[in-house]
């Protein structure tokens, strides 16, 4: 016997792989979540002469179309959007191609009833997430959209906007958060009432460096359609 086939080469050591960093949605194994986006169109706009805030003019188109178009930008998939007011005539003249459009009957409640009609129609969708928005926030692009829906990391996400350390929209809730949500969300309290339980959960994501936070409530503020 050889002294080679006595002693053969030893093994070339290999260098250590550690695990790659969680750096958003998608990262690591297997496929990324599916975060839906829903957009709280139904508002009248009451403080606007009863004007329906999805049908206001931006950029010579309905101005539910722009939050749609941020929605998707942003990687959002599927998008529900939610009408109210004068929901048959948003139907007409906005163009809502390939959104989950529901009706919330009970839209003069307050958004409450628009986030628990929207969290029950994405029920079986295989969403893990909701990120919600609101359809009169222009200022709010898909830049600030896309962080906040980078902040998933499991089914029990709570994640925020932040502008200037302030808690914002959107918000992105995880799906095994929407029973509660739904049992809690009444008038136009929305989500407080379990944001506010669940505040030391609450992942901030600062925003205010890319998007402006304005809502669009009364007359003058119209001016920022311009």
């Known amino acids: 016997m050889s002294a080679e086939a006595e002693h053969p080469p030893a093994p070339v050591p290999r260098p250590e792989r550690s695990a790659p960093p969680l750096t958003g949605p998608g990262a690591g194994e297997g496929p990324p ?48 959007v939610v009408l109210g007011a004068s929901a048959a005539e948003v139907r007409e003249r906005a163009d809502l191609t390939g959104c989950v459009v529901v009706d919330n009957p009970d839209w003069a409640e307050g958004m409450g009833s628009s986030l628990r009609v929207g969290l029950a129609s994405l029920a079986g969708t295989g969403a893990e997430a909701a990120l919600v928005s609101l359809v009169d ?40 958060r929407w029973p509660d949500i739904v049992a809690t969300a009444t008038g136009d309290r929305g989500a407080r009432v379990h944001l506010k339980k669940h505040a030391d959960e609450v992942m901030l994501v600062e925003c205010g460096d890319v998007a402006a936070d304005f809502d669009i409530d009364t007359p003058p503020d119209l001016a920022r359609l311009a």
Not at 36 to 45: C, F, K, N
Not at 53 to 68: F, I, S, T
Not at 141 to 156: H, I, L, N
């Open 33 to 80: 979540p599916v975060v839906a986006g829903l957009l709280l169109a139904a508002g009248g706009g009451r403080r606007l002469g009863g004007r329906p805030k999805a049908l206001l003019a931006y950029r010579g188109r309905p101005l539910v179309e722009n939050a749609v178009r941020v929605l998707r930008e942003a990687g959002c998939e599927p998008v529900h």
């Open 137 to 176: 926030q222009p200022g709010i692009g898909a830049a600030a959209v896309a962080r906040v829906r980078a902040a998933y990391r499991s089914r029990a996400s709570l994640a925020a906007a932040a502008y200037d350390g302030e808690r914002g929209h959107p918000v992105l809730f995880g799906a095994d």
